[in-house]
């Protein structure tokens, strides 16, 4: 479950816009602590397009499955500098919303190479020391014709 230590917002009080369809929850830097809920992917399947960014925060535990439900439009994962850790769950590799993962800055253990085949995924950001490799081979299997 989601917190936040001092005064800094929780979950409950999101920068979260809707507009026809759209949400985006945007807490960089608030002190979230805990474990992102399963329920967010039931979230996520109401809006044509669902956009977290919880960078800098002290998030931890996997990232859950459930965000693979998400099948609509356009899914974007900005996780950046949190404590996640385990594996990318495959499921949401192979999700054909997913637009952006950034992960830099977690205990990341894998993901599955079948995201350098996915066509709508226009960034996969995970450690600095493999941006190059990461940017080439997601630019090679986009120009595959």
């Known amino acids: ?13 999101t920068h979260a816009y809707k ?7 945007y807490l960089p830097r608030n002190r979230l602590v805990g474990t992102l809920p399963s329920s967010l992917g039931d979230l996520a399947v ?3 397009a669902f956009e977290l960014f919880f960078s800098g925060n002290q998030l931890r535990g996997t990232i859950p499955e459930s965000l693979a439900r998400y099948n609509t439009s356009a899914l974007s994962l900005t996780f950046t500098e949190n404590n996640f850790s385990g594996a990318v769950p495959e499921s949401l590799v192979l999700s054909t919303s997913l637009q952006n993962l950034s992960l830099r ?6 993901i599955s190479n079948k995201i350098f085949e996915s ?14 490799r990461l940017t080439h081979s997601l630019s090679s299997s986009q120009s595959k014709p």
Not at 1 to 13: D, E, F, N, V
Not at 105 to 110: D, F, H, L, Q
């Open 1 to 13: 479950m989601l917190a936040a230590q001092g005064a800094r917002p929780t979950i409950s009080r």
């Open 105 to 110: 800055g977690n205990r990341i253990t894998s």
């Open 119 to 132: 066509e709508n995924l226009a960034l996969l950001y995970e450690r600095a020391s493999a941006r190059e």
């Open 19 to 25: 507009h026809t369809r759209t949400i985006c929850s």
């Open 46 to 48: 109401a809006y044509d």
